[in-house]
């Protein structure tokens, strides 16, 4: 049994807390290790001033620890270690383990707790590329795969191309005159279509596609293309780094990911027909951009962090299998 004490220099808890697992020792069997929390960057970010911190197994102890709680805590401790050593040693285990085997869906696990985040980068990559394909398609002539592609497309967004992005145009945007865009011309002044929140103009706004002077539509919106754009970033930089990013605070995610993007799209949403409960405002492209990155990214950081913690403890399962299917055929 090991017990891990995180401390510092200077700290008189830290040595009360030391004081009393060096006499426990004498009462339980456990190795004691003892972590500066001022060592590495890392540790001091993580533990900051809750010195002492004590781990013990499965349990976590955090400052005032009393000696009471030190003993309850390693006497369960022992107890689990007991129960576990009784459950691995018993006839019925030992049985159920003479007829294990190394399946396919064992290799296919293996292989996806070590390589999960290079196949979530690549769907989304992968999606986030289809969506720029149909302005590519319909740029070559290939109409009718491009009209497929924007189909499919609109299951999921709206499409509207006052709020999309263009490409071999132009311009990259046409936005709304009530965006107040400032040397771009208008979705109406390009188009000639109406800029209007009518259920006609707006049809007709998420049916269009482009032309060779405006440019062809990208067939997700400009807050979509951001958001997933910023998903595949930080999937790109969290393996970069070791996936040693702790996750990102349930709170930050609220206020720097959900806040901003649910103010400009509620706003928006509750200005306009058919609810008109504020004075009318069309969001920019700028706004769309920034608040659907912020959202995209700080999802993942909040995300991917915690699904990391279940595949390193999915592969530890499955080595611990391998190991032991090969120790019985050896």
């Not at 009360?16 to 970010?45: M, N």
């Not at 979705?187 to 032309?211: H, K, M």
């Amino acid at each position: 049994m090991r017990a891990t004490l995180y401390s510092r220099a200077d700290c008189h808890l830290c040595e009360q807390a030391r004081a009393d697992l060096d006499l426990l020792q004498a009462e339980f069997s456990f190795e004691l290790e003892v972590v500066d929390v001022d060592s590495t960057p890392e540790l001091r970010r993580q533990y900051g001033f809750e010195v002492p911190v004590v781990d013990i197994g499965p349990y976590h102890l955090k400052a005032p620890i009393t000696l009471q709680e030190l003993r309850m805590t390693l006497q369960a401790a022992a107890d689990r270690e007991r129960q576990i050593e009784a459950v691995e040693n018993s006839p019925a285990l030992s049985e159920m383990r003479a007829q294990e085997r190394w399946t396919k869906a064992d290799a296919f696990t293996f292989w996806m707790d070590r390589h999960y985040m290079a196949v979530i980068n690549a769907i989304v990559a992968v999606y986030l590329g289809l969506a720029f394909l149909a302005p590519i398609l319909m740029k070559v002539g290939a109409q009718v795969p491009a009209q497929w592609n924007y189909r499919l497309f609109s299951l999921v967004c709206h499409q509207l191309s006052f709020r999309s992005f263009f490409l071999f145009g132009e311009q990259y945007v046409y936005p709304r005159a009530e965006a107040n865009p400032r040397g771009v011309k208008t979705f109406e002044q390009a188009t000639g279509l109406s800029e209007s929140s009518d259920a006609e103009a707006l049809w007709a706004a998420r049916e269009y596609t482009g032309n060779e002077q405006v440019g062809y539509k990208v067939a997700l919106c400009e807050r979509d293309v951001a958001i997933y754009g910023g998903i595949l970033l930080f999937g790109l930089i969290f393996p970069l780094t070791g996936r040693r990013i702790p996750p990102l605070p349930w709170y930050l995610w609220v206020l720097l990911g959900m806040l901003p993007i649910a103010l400009d799209g509620v706003s928006q949403l509750v200005s306009q027909p058919p609810l008109s409960l504020i004075a009318f405002r069309e969001s920019t492209p700028f706004y769309r951009v920034l608040t659907g990155a912020l959202f995209g990214i700080t999802t993942a950081w909040f995300a991917y962090p915690v699904i990391d913690e279940s595949m390193v403890q999915s592969r530890d399962f499955m080595l611990r299998k391998w190991a032991r299917l090969h120790r019985t055929q050896s």
